[in-house]
């Protein structure tokens, strides 16, 4: 499918309206009264956000399944494309984790016999498990920049070199954050690169095949 690797466009978006929606949640110190009131208050924005989570990280597969598929075109040896194709998957999980813990929150928040503590554990657990969707985007970038760099396949050896800087980010203590938003970038300009848009033509190994 040619708009297949739009659905990174898509996943970058979903996933951006709904961390905006989810906005600043209680922090990992914050008591179990706060963490409740909060999830009282804004259980409407979070359910939305955690559904448009649980829907980017859908996207976000079959972007890697598209990504992988563009990968091995040129790269039909190798193993890196496979790898690309993990690591977007491992990121999607992590995103769908994200979702359940929210989803968990919102509904222990909404019942009195659920302990401050237990609310508290649930919220250190939602704001500090990020690690597989970071890991997972940073194994995508590494695998994607490094299979590039191999040989002249559909991307260019620019887009390669970045994906490889920004992998290697976000295995980085306390930059991880700042490289996942510019992975965001990175998949956008990669879904709208291999989609050709705006009008661009395939390159000529394509054409002549």
Known sequence: MRLGPLNGLVAVILAAIAFALQGATPRVGSSGFTVRLFYTEHDTAQGIGLYLLLVAGIFLVFFAGSLRH?????????????????????????????????????EAA?????????????????????????????????????STARSSGPLPHWLGWIAFVLGVLMFVPFAGFIGLGLAGLWIIAVSVWLAGLPGRRRPQAEQTR
Request: aromatic share 6%; net charge negative; hydrophobic share 60%.
């Open 70 to 106: 563009a990968l091995a075109r040129t790269d039909r040896s190798g193993w890196l494309p496979d790898v690309a194709l993990v690591g977007g998957a491992l990121a999607a999980l992590g995103f769908w984790i994200s979702a359940g813990l929210t989803l968990c929150l919102i």
């Open 110 to 146: 909404g019942e009195q016999i659920v302990g401050g503590g237990a609310l508290q554990a649930l919220n250190v657990l939602s704001g500090d498990l990020f690690m597989p969707f970071l890991g997972g985007v940073g194994v995508m970038l590494l695998a994607a920049g490094l």
